[in-house]
């Protein structure tokens, strides 16, 4: 079983929005603090969301854009994406912090 698995990834025009997911297999899921990263073309895999029991912090340049949750019934963490922007294409990643647990990521194209 894939520990970390994402979806929701896709084409959308500027301005357009999408709804990531990333079902985690792992145990003690809710001991994890949860993050997503995004690697855009030629750059390196940053860190834009993160999420644990005390709270979220975001990336600069998604914060008021973006939304990270998580559902603790049913393992899964969200990362809401509106306003989308071309430079927010790329590769998004879940990840479970200070783990070694990664997932095979989604592609998000943002473009006319």
């Known amino acids: 079983q894939v520990p970390l698995v994402e979806s929701g990834g896709g084409l959308v025009e500027p301005g357009g929005s999408l709804r990531l997911s990333c079902v985690v297999s792992?145990?003690?899921?809710?001991?994890?603090?949860m993050a997503w990263y995004r690697q855009a073309p030629g750059k390196r895999r940053e860190l834009i969301a993160r999420?644990?029991?005390?709270?979220?912090r975001y990336y600069p340049d998604v914060e008021g854009r973006f939304d990270i949750s998580r559902d603790y019934t049913n393992g899964t963490v969200y990362l809401q994406m509106v306003n989308l922007k071309p430079e927010d294409t790329g590769v998004y990643y879940c990840?479970?912090?200070?783990?070694?647990?990664w997932g095979q990521g989604t592609q998000v194209t943002v473009a006319s």
């Open positions: 990840h479970a912090i200070d783990s070694s647990y």
């Open positions: 999420i644990n029991k005390y709270g979220y």
């Open positions: 792992i145990s003690n899921f809710n001991d994890y603090a």
